[in-house]
Nanobody, 119 residues
Framework: QVQLVESGGGLVQPGGSLRLSCAAS????????MGWYRQVPGKRRELVAD???????NYADSVKGRFTISRDNAKNTVYLLMNSLKPEDTAIYYC?????????????WGQGTQVTVSS
């Protein structure tokens, strides 16, 4: 069974920084991509950033230049460093992994961590 556990959320002032972490554990053969989505009540979940095999990365236009995604393959962990945070970044952040477990490839999700940007 695969589990994703997120950490690092919290309350921060505008212009501040946070680093989110998400560790995948369980019976994992290969991880093809890991990344982050976020969701505000009443709105659909949106992609923030993801990172692929070979360390190719992808960012939403709204966070490009402010956020940095990285990955530690040995620890099956993905990070999201968020700089220059804005109130509109407030959301629940969910990590995901595209991986193979027990012969099947699929997407797995964490339970989310709250990020609040407010003065």
């Amino acid at each position: 069974q695969v589990q994703l556990v997120e950490s690092g959320g919290g309350l921060v002032q505008p212009g501040g920084s946070l680093r989110l972490s998400c560790a995948a554990s369980g019976s994992i053969l290969s991880i093809y991509a890991m990344g982050w989505y976020r969701q505000v009540p009443g709105k659909r979940r949106e992609l923030v950033a993801d990172i692929y095999t070979g360390s190719r990365t992808n960012y939403a236009d709204s966070v490009k230049g402010r956020f940095t995604i990285s990955r530690d393959n040995a620890k099956n962990t993905v990070y999201l460093l968020m700089n220059s945070l804005k109130p509109e970044d407030t959301a629940i952040y969910y990590c995901y992994a595209d991986l193979t477990s027990r012969g099947a490839r699929g997407d797995y999700w964490g339970q989310g961590t709250q990020v609040t940007v407010s003065s």
